[in-house]
């Protein structure tokens, strides 16, 4: 036997003799807490098909390890790991390299990893998959596993939604209800930071990632018909985040939970209802029963065929499996909306349109900030070019949400008012615009018979107050020179209706 390996024998014992003694610690802390209520100690657990394949925290390393790989499966060739620089206080991801920093050969920030001739990237094994879990490295120093959640072949084995706002509570938990419903299995995790969630939903085979997109796409559009204000941007948090690899990259990446440093302080961990940890990290892991294939593409095709994958208008991409038969308006039969209805509302038409929204049940609400709602053509022209989707929102909402009202751009006005005369809500606008000044100017020039049709035809479409500038044609454009002034006689109020 070779030093090499004596000494790596030596570690390994020391290791075990280490778990034993930190299970022994934790056994004893455990004792001595308080004892849980039921609301925080229950834990479903879901019989597996053989009885030995349950692990929990007393069980040894390698079944926990083993566990872990088979829920959290990435690319395997290829892992990154967080960064962080103490003197600027920047921190990141990249991509484990065992030429990482060696003079001569890694030529970062200089050359992208990905595009790196001397690229010696780390496999995915048990020692690095233990680092993360005891939270260091064999100096001691924190260690911060991730993974690259699509494979080579674009398909993926688990997808993550992401959140992260001021409610994230309330976003996740509406979203973890709407899986409930449809009686998916899913995992809810504190970050790192404790300033968000992450909700993890496993497939028991590999799926391709557009199919598992489109699923999140519709348990967050369902979840949106009940909770509103959880946002168009819940769209783009999802990992993996393309439908396909982008072309020279490893696609976005997400950290793995369970991570030793950040457990210490309650982050990075599986939570309940009322957002307290599993006693039992490991025996919730393992109860877990991942969705098969058949059951997505089952429910992708019934969200599909009733418009529910995004709830918006979208263009000759791949939502529909049968574009031929979708109406020309792109627009499938909008889903009945639940709840009691006021008889009359009062819009208020000013900067924007505002609508109460303390007598509207969620599902209107819903349909009426999807009115203002579009898929972002940047988008899938970036995927569809296998470009980076970073900073290219799916979909591009013009609605606000206040605490009172639905505020929707005036251009809306007539798709409201079909939308609320359709359900028997009848409306009553207040008319609060601004009507500006008046310009002392007149018009002394003469119009030619089409500029008489096109005035008269704006009159029709004007809802203010008469103002004069109805009266006037288009001004004749201005050549404009570099460090010339415009005259002042040449800039026209520009009307807003």
Known sequence: MTRTNIRITELMTQLTALE????????????????PTEQTAAIKVIASEKAGDLVDRNSTIESKITLFRRLFRGRSDVFPIRWENRKTGRSGY?????????????????????????????????????????????????????????????????????????????????????????KIPVAIERSRSGNGAHAWIFFDEPIPAASARRLGAFLITDTMERVPDIGFGSYDRFFPS?????????????????????????????????????LDQWAFLSAIDPIARAKVDHLIEEASASGKILGVRIPLVDEDEEPWLAPPSRRQPPPAIGGPLPSAITVVQAD?????????????????????????????????????????????????????????????????????ASLGITVTIEDCRFSGEAIPLAFIGSLRSDQESAITALRKLCH????????????RPLPLRRNKKVPRRALRRSPCC
């Not at 509207?360 to 070019?385: K, W």
Request: net charge neutral.
């Open 94 to 182: 990249a991509p484990a390299c065992a030429n990482e920093w060696q003079r001569g050969i890694c030529e970062k920030p200089k050359v992208k990893c990905s595009a790196c001739p001397n690229q010696a990237f780390l496999a995915v094994d048990d020692v690095s998959m233990e680092r993360h879990l005891r939270g260091t490295d064999a100096n001691g120093a924190p260690f911060v596993m991730g993974v690259y959640p699509m494979l080579a072949d674009n398909t993926c084995s688990f997808l993550a939604a992401d959140f992260d706002e001021g409610e994230w509570r309330r976003d996740v938990f509406a979203f973890r209800e709407t899986c409930q419903r449809h």
């Open 464 to 475: 203010a107050s008469p103002i004069s500038w109805c009266q006037l044609p288009a001004p």
């Open 20 to 35: 034993r003694e930190r299970a022994a610690i934790v056994a004893e802390i455990e004792t001595l807490r308080p004892a």
């Open 242 to 278: 393309q439908d396909t690899m982008p072309a020279g990259g490893f696609g976005n990446l997400i950290a793995l939970p369970l991570q030793g440093l950040a457990r210490s302080s309650g982050n990075s961990v599986f939570i309940d209802e009322s957002c307290s940890p599993y």
């Open 352 to 420: 924007q349109i505002y609508i109460p929204r303390h007598a509207l049940p969620p599902s209107l609400i819903a349909r009426l900030i999807r009115l203002a709602a579009f898929q972002n053509p940047e988008f899938y022209a970036a995927q569809a070019m296998r470009r980076s989707t970073h900073d290219k929102p799916r979909i591009i909402s013009c609605a606000e949400l206040t605490s009172h009202h639905v505020a929707l751009p005036r251009g809306c006005l007539n798709a409201v008012l079909d939308l609320l």
